[in-house]
């Protein structure tokens, strides 16, 4: 997948292993945080029921060892030449396994998986998806990894007595990734760090421990529950298994959630900083400094990340279902594009939109709205109006709904977004990055690393073994690969947002209560 671009043993490095949703990979960075070698390798998804979706625990911890040892390879190094390996992880995705055994009891159950929403419902009581929200940043929602605990307790037989009887534990990929990695039933670490145990609806940002009473709520034992650690320290060593030869005795010295840990590779560390990672969806963080801000906009409040035992780091969260779907959708099932790259070629053959608007609200609407009853719509069509106009408003669906989560990111916290730092496949667009620009009326920046989520796992770990001193000397690492800066009038850019709200506006109560 990809050669050294350094000369071997050159070193030292930092490993980095991410486990994502559809695979696993691992990432060898020299010092400059440039990429030595990747090893990467799909797992298979798991579709029991419609809105269920599962992981094969024992797959993924096979595969990430051969990913890890693939990689080091590659790199055509040794263990003497990397200093740290660092974690990141799809969240929210939820097991249990045994500590006697390591067996995972059941698959994991995945952060998509909406098996859970009926058990949130009753979990709101009279107080509806808020009642955890001012201790845990969070909403009530089958998203989160607390109800899938309390879901497989009650449904998986004899699980609820193994974990009064302590032989369960509990963990989001990370910990079951550092367990394993650590020696696993032979002496493995139990632990999580800060981001991913914000995201289990469990933890008080304030504390960052365990909240007693949300887990007698939800009922999940505290014995199942991992350590909470920073998200740059040594938690253990690698030992025994397929990677004790490969990397016995390296530090396991990282962990974040994916979509922190990519806000770290971008060197978000001041606040107002924010990044945006454009996938099938996108996911935008801003930097909110050491306080947690509670979001009154529809947004989620996170740990951002924690550096040893500096004061954590929080940020607010904004979640967009449908961005780079839009355009996949435009390809495959409207059939008005050969490929993805094709809508930019498109789009840019005509000057406007022509007045159509395309909001697509394809399973509802999410942040700032939260609307599921909302379905998607094109808005503004007269008999003007082109394929390529339909291309331009698809991209501009992206900008504006990106615009929407700046604006909640600013009216919650404040704090005005200076740049905003862009990963993910739809960077490759410069038509969509220079309307971002033109948009949110701030620069928009690609890096020229873009595995920013691996890159963020490494320098974490690099920083909790002295690897590099302080986030200064990551920030002059980042390197600008393209900048795009507004070119639109300010009476052009509000008159085109109002008719964007607009057309939001036209998608809601399009469900009936009895349907949605």
């Not at 960075?29 to 998804?45: L, T, Y």
């Not at 730092?421 to 490759?428: A, F, I, P, Q, R």
């Amino acid at each position: 997948m990809s050669t050294p671009t350094t000369g071997h043993g050159t070193g030292p490095f930092i490993a980095a292993i991410d486990q994502g949703t559809t695979s696993s990979r691992c990432i060898v960075f020299d010092r400059d945080g440039r990429i030595v070698s990747v090893d990467q390798k799909e797992h298979e998804q798991i579709l029991p029921k419609p809105g269920w979706v599962e992981h094969d625990a024992s797959e993924i911890w096979d595969n990430v060892q051969e990913v890890v040892a693939g990689a080091i390879r590659k790199a055509g190094i040794t263990k003497d030449d990397v200093k740290a390996i660092g974690i990141t992880n799809q969240r929210e995705t939820t097991m249990l396994w045994d500590r006697h055994t390591g067996e995972p009891v059941h698959h994991a159950i995945v952060w998509q998986d909406t098996r859970t929403d009926a058990l949130c419902k009753e979990l709101g009581r009279n107080v509806g998806a808020d009642r955890f929200r001012r201790e845990t940043g969070l909403p009530l929602s089958s998203y989160f990894a607390g109800p899938k605990i309390r879901w497989l307790l009650d449904n998986v037989e004899g699980l609820q007595e193994r974990a009064d009887r302590g032989d369960l534990l509990f963990g989001t990929m990370d910990s079951w990734v550092i367990w394993n990695l650590t020696g696993g039933v032979n002496g493995g670490v139990h632990v999580t760090d800060v981001t991913n145990a914000s995201r289990t609806l469990l933890m008080n940002l304030r504390t960052l421990e365990w909240d007693d009473k949300i887990c007698a709520s939800i009922g999940v034992p505290k014995s199942v529950l991992p350590e909470i650690r920073s998200s740059a320290e040594v938690y253990g060593e690698v030992k025994g298994g397929l990677l004790g030869d490969v990397l016995g005795g390296i530090p396991v010295a990282s962990a974040l959630g994916d979509q922190q840990a990519a806000l770290f590779g971008q060197t978000c560390f001041a606040e107002g900083e924010a990044k945006s990672t454009y996938g099938t969806g996108t996911f935008m963080l801003i930097n909110t400094g050491t306080k947690a801000i509670n979001s009154y906009s529809g947004l989620l409040t996170t740990v951002g990340y924690r550096i040893g035992d500096q004061k954590p780091v929080y940020a607010l969260e904004g979640s967009i279902a449908v961005t780079g779907s839009l355009v996949q959708w435009m390809r495959d099932q409207m059939g008005l594009i050969n490929s993805a790259a094709e809508i930019e070629t498109l789009a840019s053959s005509v000057e406007d939109n022509g007045g159509a608007y395309f909001v697509p609200a394809f399973s509802g609407l999410f942040a700032p709205y939260w609307r599921p009853d909302a379905r998607g719509v094109i808005a503004g069509l007269t008999r003007y109006v082109t394929k390529a106009h339909i291309a331009r408003a698809v991209l501009e669906a992206t900008a504006w709904q990106t615009r929407e989560i700046a604006d909640a990111m600013n009216k919650d916290s404040g704090v005005e977004l200076t740049a905003l730092k862009v990963d993910g496949g739809m960077t490759s667009n410069n038509l969509l990055m220079q309307t971002l620009s033109d948009v949110l009326d701030a620069p928009v920046v690609r890096p020229m690393v873009a595995e920013t989520t691996c890159l963020g796992a490494a320098y974490a770990a690099g920083l909790a073994v002295g690897f590099w001193n302080d986030v200064e000397e990551l920030r002059a690492n980042w390197r600008r690969a393209a900048e795009w800066t507004p070119k639109m009038p300010e009476e052009t850019r509000e008159a085109e947002y109002k008719k964007w709200r607009k057309a939001v506006q036209r998608t809601m109560g399009w469900l009936d209560d009895d349907e949605s």
